[in-house]
């Protein structure tokens, strides 16, 4: 167990919909990572949130955002949601924001139909 | 732009057998190099690391050396077992600014048979 709390474990919803998924980092972790899945484009890194504040974007859909709350759990929004968004979406946290070894949540399954 | 390779699974071996999963990257700078396992229906785990060249990150009787001169980071295992199945992701750490982003691998599934 990696201290990570992350839900729904799975989501099921339809196109066009919005969904939103949760992360909790671990105790002490000020830095929250949020990666993609899938299975034609592997594991890729969406966006980084340290203490509140947005740090590093990757491939991140202008669709998707997410936030970090004062209580430092995280949030990541999905809109317009298509059936190619279908894929895990995990949770790494991490101390700093400089951090280069992170740890993640057990994912959310995400399957638009 | 920095990137890693894995060889292709899966890999299928018998109980105590020698394993070696390779892993070759491309990066600017000096990354951190990193071995992820996946089990079945769970999240990812950090398995071992190595921050520095010639470094050997170990745990649970796996192995890595981080090798620059090669850029290859190789996860050996001496002896598997049935309970080793999973799939085992390798990851440098790609500096972005004043942060630091994951790029993996695509994933080298082991099958372990008894």
């Known amino acids: 167990d990696s201290g990570v709390t992350q839900t729904p474990k799975h989501l099921i919803t339809a196109t066009g919909q919005r969904v939103t998924l949760r992360c909790s980092p671990r105790?002490?972790?000020?830095?929250v990572y949020w990666y993609q899945q899938s299975l034609d484009q592997g594991l890729q890194f969406l966006i980084q949130?340290?203490?509140?504040?947005?740090?590093a974007k990757g491939n991140i859909l202008e669709r998707f955002s997410a936030q970090q709350f004062p209580d430092l759990h995280s949030e990541l929004n999905l809109s317009s949601l298509e059936l190619g968004d279908s894929a895990l979406y995990f949770c790494?946290?991490?101390?700093?924001?400089?951090?280069?070894?992170?740890?993640f949540g057990p994912g959310t399954r995400l399957t638009v139909t | 732009g920095n990137s890693v390779t894995q060889m292709e699974g899966p890999v299928t071996l018998s109980e105590e057998a020698f394993l070696t999963i390779n892993c070759t990257y491309t990066?600017?700078?000096?990354?951190?190099l990193f071995w992820y396992v996946q089990y079945p229906g769970e999240g990812l785990q950090l398995l071992l690391k190595?921050?520095?060249?010639?470094d050997k990150g170990s745990n649970k009787g796996f192995e890595a050396t981080y090798r620059k001169e090669t850029t290859s980071f190789h996860l050996e295992k001496g002896s598997v077992q049935v309970s080793d199945s999973a799939v085992y992701f390798c990851?440098?750490?790609?500096?972005?600014?004043?942060?630091?982003?994951?790029?993996f691998g695509s994933g080298t599934r082991l099958l372990v048979r008894p």
């Open positions: 190595a921050t520095k060249a010639d």
């Open positions: 990066a600017t700078g000096y990354p951190s």
């Open positions: 990851a440098l750490s790609s500096r972005m600014d004043s942060s630091y982003k994951l790029i």
């Open positions: 105790s002490g972790d000020l830095s």
């Open positions: 790494a946290s991490s101390v700093a924001a400089s951090a280069s070894e992170q740890y």
């Open positions: 949130y340290y203490n509140g504040e947005e740090r």
